[in-house]
């Protein structure tokens, strides 16, 4: 658009203009269903971690955390109605000048709080990805070697991140074409926290995988609370992983496809949605480990079947240089248990250690 001539006649603008316009209501209806969602699950992970805090003082930074991501979201949801409102008002209502003049004018004047929504989505996904790394680390004890990777992906995430900040800082936020170095540090950036969330995601697909592996030792077809939090903790995960992979093709789209198609339109509307699905994840996975947690809180863990005899839950936990497995109760070591030297999968009664629920 900024390559028209002022003077374009308004009946050969509109036609190249109105999908774009389209977009931009489309893409806010649907960032308006994902705010309605996040309102929604919000108050739930709060209640959860503030009744929390009462006895693990390590619950308040994730509050914070959950907090500052709800206000960005709340942020990028206001402000995304207000650009919109404001560039259609301008373009269609006032009366001075030219169409290609209103546009223009238009895009001048949403250029601020467009960047800033854009940057601080960069702020939100490199806290959210924070917080499913502590998860994933106290889940696993703190494993060295899974420290190193998560570390190295979230740091290259912030580095590249406030790259972008810098970049465009330097470059005096441009109205039209941003700088390539800037769209690359955003494209790196972005690329780098789909892999920590895929990485972290085949992390918990191994965790549930070896959890149900043995929680069948106890009963092959009874699946236990653990067993449904790392599966909701996959799947999460996975669609997560898969909504952000048009974010990428969209960044391509200027130079692959430069007139505007239905490929752009769809990912800039997922584009739109992300910035509220990156705090609803994080957020939604804390609600439902502490909701599910409560069956962990009563004394009674056992579960009984039909003979009358009891059978203890099992819960997950990692252990250094161990070589031997615990059994749950009335199961044999040889019922297929095995034991490994380096760092094996210890099973245990609930009073010996804490459940996957209080790790996390």
């Known amino acids: 658009m900024s390559q028209l001539p002022e003077d374009t006649p308004t009946d050969q603008v509109l036609p190249v203009e109105i999908l774009p316009v389209m977009r931009d209501f489309v893409s806010v209806f649907t960032e308006s269903v994902f705010f309605g969602i996040y309102i929604a699950i919000y108050p739930v992970a709060m209640y959860h971690l503030l009744k929390r805090t009462r006895t693990k003082r390590s619950s308040w930074p994730i509050a914070a955390v959950i907090t500052v991501m709800f206000l960005i ?47 601080l989505f960069v702020q939100q996904f490199i806290l959210g990805d924070a917080v499913i790394a502590w998860r994933l680390l106290v889940i696993h004890n703190w494993a060295r070697w899974l420290f190193v990777i998560l570390a190295s992906l979230w740091l290259g995430t912030v580095a590249t991140g406030f790259g972008l900040i810098g ?42 995988r070896s959890h149900r592996k043995m929680s069948r030792v106890l009963d092959e077809k009874r ?68 909701y599910e947690s409560k069956m962990f809180s009563s004394p009674s863990a056992a579960s009984y079947d039909g003979t009358g005899q009891s059978h203890t839950l099992t819960t997950l936990r990692f252990a250094k240089n161990s070589t031997t497995v615990a059994t749950a109760s009335g199961v044999a070591p040889s019922q297929g248990l095995s034991s490994t030297t380096a760092r094996s999968v210890v099973l245990a009664d609930r009073d010996d250690n804490s459940d996957i629920m209080d790790k996390a």
Not at 93 to 110: D, F, K, P, Y
Not at 265 to 278: G, K, M, R
């Open 73 to 119: 979201s709340v942020y990028q949801w206001s402000s995304a109605v207000g650009i919109v409102m404001q560039r259609e008002v301008t373009m269609f209502l006032h009366t001075e000048g030219t169409m290609v003049q209103r546009i223009r004018l238009a895009n001048a004047q949403t250029t601020k709080p467009s960047y800033a929504s854009e940057l």
């Open 167 to 208: 970049c465009l800082a330097h470059a005096e936020f441009p109205i039209y074409d941003s700088p390539r170095l800037c769209t690359e540090l955003e494209n790196v950036s972005w690329l780098l926290s789909l892999t920590f969330n895929g990485f972290a995601t085949v992390m918990f697909a191994l965790l549930a």
């Open 223 to 290: 699946k236990t609370k653990v067993d449904r939090v790392l599966m909701v903790l996959v799947i999460s995960g996975i669609i997560y992983f898969i909504l952000g992979l048009p974010r990428l093709s969209s960044f391509a789209n200027p130079s692959i496809l430069p007139f505007f198609s239905r490929l752009t339109w769809a990912t800039e509307v997922i584009e739109s949605a992300l910035d509220q699905i990156v705090g609803i994840y994080p957020t939604a996975v804390t609600a439902f480990l502490f």
